[in-house]
């Protein structure tokens, strides 16, 4: 019905970047809020970023100033530039997205990617 793919992680080293992509292809009539979560072993996923449908953003603190996502309409993708990288930024980093599927139906449903590890070590 509608897929999310994620590109871009790998390894990196600390003080490095990496631009992650996401794509959303299928059923979809209009995407509105997109994010990128990720979860670290152990732990609980958690939110980094956010972007509506205007354009407003939201920010994880521990991202803040380091972390920019952007997002391409006319393509379906959301991005993620990771600049200055910590160890503690190493997870696998998930895309999410609440999209209208068709133009008859109101309802949004939210959709996950399978995500895409990144590894910050020296």
Not at 62 to 82: C, E, H
Not at 100 to 120: E, I, M
């Amino acid at each position: 019905q509608v897929q999310l793919v994620e590109s871009g992680g790998g390894l990196v080293q600390p003080g490095g970047s990496l631009r992650l992509s996401c794509a959303a292809s299928g059923s979809i009539f209009r995407i509105y809020d997109m994010g990128w979560y990720r979860q670290a072993p152990g732990k609980q996923r958690e939110l980094v970023a956010t972007i509506t449908r205007g354009g407003s953003t939201n920010y994880a603190d521990s991202v803040k100033g380091r972390f920019t996502i952007s997002r391409d309409y006319a393509k379906n993708t959301v991005y993620l530039q990771m600049n200055s990288l910590k160890p503690e930024d190493t997870a696998v980093y998930y895309c999410n997205a609440d999209i209208q599927n068709t133009v008859v139906s109101l309802r949004r449903n939210n959709y996950w990617g399978q995500g895409t590890q990144v590894t910050v070590s020296s």
